[in-house]
């Protein structure tokens, strides 16, 4: 198994960045394919972004893709989720989440793992 713990949420204005980090404990990373998620207040959870075990795949949500990067560092056990140019809209829990088995997918219902979420509040 492995535990993912979420940090770099915040009060933020629109066009700002930052930084989202999840890191993880047990299991090593590198055996997860890994994604971000986001649940903004009254909507259902919706996919931001994926990355591949070994990084070399990675897949974007169409509201994001442009403005958002994901990384990982296995030596570490951390998956960033760089966000720049942020939207009101872009408001809402982040979550990380992980899974050892198939494609890399964008449907939460595929991801095994998830950790506590991290706020993200875009100011207009």
């Known amino acids: 198994q492995v535990q993912l713990a979420e940090s770099g949420g915040g009060l933020v204005q629109a066009g700002d960045s930052l930084k989202l980090s999840c890191a993880a404990s047990?299991?090593?990373?590198?055996?997860?394919?890994m994604g971000w998620f986001r649940q903004a207040p009254g909507k259902e959870r919706e996919f931001a972004a994926a990355i591949r075990w070994d990084g070399f795949t990675t897949t974007y949500a169409d509201s994001v893709k442009g403005r958002f990067t994901i990384s990982r560092d296995n030596g570490k056990n951390t998956v960033s989720l760089q966000m720049n140019s942020l939207k009101p809209e872009d408001t809402g829990v982040y979550y990380c989440?992980?899974?050892?088995?198939?494609?890399?997918?964008?449907?939460?219902?595929?991801?095994?793992?998830w950790g506590q979420g991290t706020q993200v509040t875009v100011s207009s």
């Open positions: 047990g299991r090593p990373l590198r055996y997860y394919h």
């Open positions: 989440a992980a899974v050892s088995v198939g494609e890399l997918s964008g449907r939460g219902d595929d991801y095994d793992y």
